[in-house]
């Protein structure tokens, strides 16, 4: 699957779970955000300045605000989420085929 395919089939079917009922999948889906982001900061956090991390936690709490704000302080942030999303996305199809296997 390329790389921009990837990026947008949807994780659902990637896993092979759409018979599953919606809570369980919005589950999921949720575990998957929450992955995405902690990867994401880790990533970021490995390049932030004392000053960046004192102001990113003053920002902490609003979502918004600290998107926003790591946009600001990294022009490729939007990259960096979708890279990290395609590494998510490439071990859940992974682990599925392994699963089917």
């Keep these: 699957m390329k790389n921009k395919e990837l990026l947008t089939e949807n994780i659902i079917k990637i896993l092979d779970i759409e018979g ?3 809570e369980k999948k919005q589950q999921i889906l949720d575990k998957m955000v929450s992955l995405v982001q902690k990867k994401v900061m880790l990533r970021v956090a490995e390049d932030l300045t004392p000053e960046q991390f004192d102001e990113l ?4 709490g609003n979502d918004l605000d600290v998107l926003a ?3 600001e302080i990294f022009p ?4 960096m989420v979708e890279e990290e999303t395609k590494k998510i996305k490439e071990k859940a199809t992974k682990t599925a085929k392994q699963v089917e296997e």
């Design 57 to 60: 936690e003053k920002r902490h």
């Design 76 to 79: 490729n942030f939007a990259e």
């Design 69 to 71: 704000y790591l946009a």
């Design 20 to 22: 599953l009922p919606t």
